[in-house]
């Protein structure tokens, strides 16, 4: 819910830990709940994919 946040419905922030860093990206994923959650998992999964393949 929108609440008393700045930040629009549906944003979404994912965030990723190694030992070397930390990071967290911000994305808009709309305001269908199903989506935001399928779009949010398949984000996560793709920048985690992102890390691992640079080791």
Known sequence: TKGDSDVDIGTVFIGIATPDTVFAE??????????IVQKSVHKAFEMLKKEILKI
């Open 26 to 35: 911000r994305f808009p994923m709309g305001n269908h709940r199903v989506r």
